[in-house]
């Protein structure tokens, strides 16, 4: 009970904050735009470049680490469009914008502050090396498995080019390249400049927690319950379980196993509505499954964080 109260609780009540002044309009919802937006395309940018220009990357990036994640993650991405087309019938193209929900976990808004809340800001590294690679991996594979579905008889040079667009326009992808280009230069920080990012840094995670909350108000959970359930049972809780699995088989340090599975049992990230958005395909159930499985999460994280060593 003291980890729900002491590390959960008060993250979801920042979120719960922005959910309230939205719903009771204490807050417009074009603002909740705005702070999202400078959130996800200045705030974080920031962090994860000055975390990753920082980046000890000879102890960040363990390859047991990644393959644990990243094979949990394609598997649930595997299971959730197959489930979706075998159980529920759908098309492929709304079955892969299923699948791409149970593969984008909310590793930045909810994985990064439970995680520093829960075992201090020094236990971030694995965090961060998953980051690293999430939006890369998770939108190539994605728009991939789509633009295959879609069969538009494109070549493939027109399918790279697409994935490509839709990765690097992508302000998270620009702020982790730029900080993988200081950290391999060797070049330090100005001071003043490092300062200056500290600043808005500061601001990232409590700003996004905020929007995440006056986001959720806007999408109502309609409908396709079957198909919102199976998204957060494997988003969820198999998900983690497999990095759980994997990351006790290779002999995980405890600090990258504890990053692995919290990050992985986080509920669906916003960007499943955004690709659900792109494409138009299942975009009630994208939008309902990141509310439902974001309320749910606070049970489930308990949990984990309960079991974990």
Same mark, same amino acid.
């Given at each position: 009970?003291?980890?729900?109260?002491?590390?959960?609780?008060?993250?979801?009540?920042?979120? #719960?904050?922005?959910?309230?002044?939205?719903?009771?309009?204490?807050?417009?919802?074009?603002?909740?735009?705005?702070?999202?937006?400078?959130?996800?395309?200045?705030?974080?940018?920031? +962090?994860?470049?000055?975390?990753?220009?920082? +980046?000890?990357?000879?102890?960040?990036?363990?390859?047991? =680490?990644?393959?644990?994640?990243?094979?949990?993650?394609?598997?649930?991405?595997?299971?959730?469009?197959?489930?979706?087309?075998?159980f529920f019938k759908r098309d492929w193209e709304d079955c892969v914008a299923i699948?791409?929900?149970?593969?984008?976990?909310?590793?930045?808004?909810?994985?990064?502050?439970?995680? &520093?809340?829960?075992?201090?800001?020094?236990?971030?590294? #694995?965090?961060?090396?998953?980051?690293?690679?999430?939006?890369?991996?998770?939108?190539?594979?994605?728009?991939?498995?789509? &633009?295959?579905?879609?069969?538009? #008889?494109?070549? #493939?040079?027109?399918?790279?080019?697409?994935?490509?667009?839709?990765?690097?326009?992508?302000?998270?992808?620009?702020?982790?390249?730029?900080?993988?280009?200081?950290n391999f230069s060797g070049f330090a920080i100005p001071g003043v400049v490092d300062?200056?990012?500290?600043?808005?840094?500061?601001?990232?995670?409590?700003?996004? +927690?905020?929007? =995440?909350?006056?986001?959720?108000?806007?999408?109502?959970?309609?409908?396709?319950?079957?198909?919102?359930?199976?998204?957060?049972? =494997?988003?969820?809780?198999?998900?983690?379980?497999?990095?759980?699995?994997m990351g006790s088989s290779f002999g995980l340090p405890q600090d990258l196993f504890?990053?692995?599975?919290?990050?992985?049992?986080?509920?669906?990230?916003?960007?499943?509505?955004?690709?659900?958005?792109?494409?138009?395909?299942?975009?009630?159930?994208?939008?309902?499954?990141? +509310?439902?499985?974001?309320?749910?999460?606070?049970?489930?994280?308990?949990?984990?964080?309960?079991?974990?060593?």
């Amino acid at each position: 009970m003291q980890t729900l109260l002491d590390v959960i609780l008060p993250v979801f009540l920042v979120i #719960g904050f922005g959910y309230v002044s939205v719903w009771r309009g204490y807050f417009p919802v074009a603002g909740i735009d705005g702070v999202m937006r400078f959130a996800q395309s200045f705030a974080i940018p920031c +962090l994860l470049f000055q975390s990753i220009a920082k +980046l000890d990357l000879s102890a960040s990036f363990d390859p047991r =680490l990644l393959v644990s994640f990243y094979t949990g993650a394609a598997i649930c991405f595997a299971l959730g469009t197959i489930g979706a087309r075998v159980f529920f019938k759908r098309d492929w193209e709304d079955c892969v914008a299923i699948g791409f929900c149970c593969l984008f976990s909310n590793s930045i808004l909810l994985g990064l502050p439970i995680t &520093e809340r829960a075992y201090g800001p020094d236990a971030l590294t #694995g965090n961060f090396a998953i980051v690293a690679f999430h939006s890369p991996f998770c939108y190539g594979l994605g728009i991939t498995v789509m &633009e295959f579905v879609r069969n538009r #008889g494109q070549t #493939g040079f027109a399918l790279a080019r697409n994935i490509s667009n839709a990765m690097f326009h992508n302000p998270l992808v620009l702020g982790i390249l730029a900080g993988f280009a200081v950290n391999f230069s060797g070049f330090a920080i100005p001071g003043v400049v490092d300062d200056a990012l500290s600043l808005i840094v500061r601001a990232a995670l409590p700003a996004a +927690l905020f929007a =995440l909350g006056g986001v959720l108000i806007q999408y109502k959970p309609e409908g396709d319950f079957k198909a919102i359930a199976m998204v957060c049972v =494997l988003a969820l809780l198999v998900h983690p379980l497999i990095v759980w699995a994997m990351g006790s088989s290779f002999g995980l340090p405890q600090d990258l196993f504890r990053s692995g599975v919290l990050t992985a049992a986080m509920a669906p990230g916003f960007n499943a509505y955004i690709f659900a958005n792109m494409y138009g395909r299942a975009r009630r159930v994208a939008a309902s499954s990141v +509310l439902i499985a974001t309320g749910a999460s606070v049970l489930t994280a308990w949990m984990w964080l309960s079991v974990l060593p």
